[in-house]
């Protein structure tokens, strides 16, 4: 069964610096997403993407955050100068339509921000 | 304000017994409500999806009931088994402004553990 896949399963950085995750959305499926979950907290939503564009982004999701479509398979976080705050899990999903369809999410990234 | 709230909190089963969690929500406009299953450490994977016009959904040993009156969701387990351990979480899709987006507004979930 086709999945969404994440990498790497754990990212360790020092506040400052600038991290990349990565994610392989399911191969027909044509919207993408991301999202966090900071420990013992909500899943918040950071951002929709579709056709090579942003198409839906949260307050969370400002100059800091960028994402990427750099070819037909992967879709990419990247979060430039990281805070402590940044420390989360960060998930991708991945899903054929919007309204009902449903969102397919990968295992995630542990991202530690020290 | 759009709010998802989910109780209880965390609930203790022994395994075999049945256990009903409990979704209520202040989302406008509605689009849908979905439960997500999440494991420690895991994304969450999609139980159910019900849309206003449904009351009730299956999955296997998971029935989801909604009441878009009153604003309500449940989701019923059967038959506990120890690998249903794990965080369900209601999440309420809003319609936005933009076009046919949707938001996904989360549920802090409930947290369920199996006994043997």
């Known amino acids: 069964e086709p999945e969404v896949t994440q990498t790497p399963s754990h990212q360790v950085t020092q506040m400052g610096q600038e991290v990349i995750l990565r994610c392989v959305p399911i191969?027909?499926?044509?919207?993408f997403y991301w999202y966090r979950q900071i420990l013992g907290q909500k899943v918040e939503f950071l951002v929709s993407f579709y056709n090579n564009e942003i198409s839906e982004k949260s307050e969370i999701f400002d100059d800091q955050f960028s994402v990427e479509r750099p070819d037909g398979s992967n879709f990419t976080l990247k979060i430039r100068s990281t805070k402590l705050e940044d420390s989360a899990m960060y998930f991708c999903a991945s899903s054929e339509g919007t309204q009902e369809y449903e969102q397919y999410f990968g295992p995630g990234t542990r991202l530690t921000v020290t | 304000k759009n709010q998802v709230e989910q109780s209880p909190q965390s609930l203790i089963i022994l395994e075999g017994k049945n256990c009903t969690l409990q979704?209520?929500?202040?989302?406008?406009?509605?689009?849908?409500l979905r439960w997500y299953k999440q494991d420690t450490g895991r994304g969450p994977v999609s139980l159910t999806i019900?849309?206003?016009s449904e009351n009730t959904k299956s999955n296997g040993r998971y029935t989801a009931t909604l009441d878009a009156d009153t604003k309500q969701s449940s989701l019923h387990i059967t038959a506990s088994q120890l690998s249903d351990s794990a965080s369900y979480i209601c999440?309420?899709?809003?319609?936005?402004?933009?076009?046919?987006?949707?938001?996904?507004?989360w549920g802090l979930g409930t947290s369920l553990a199996v006994n043997p």
């Open positions: 019900m849309t206003f």
């Open positions: 999440v309420v899709s809003a319609k936005t402004n933009a076009g046919n987006n949707r938001k996904l507004i």
């Open positions: 191969s027909n499926h044509l919207y």
């Open positions: 979704c209520n929500y202040t989302v406008s406009p509605f689009s849908n």
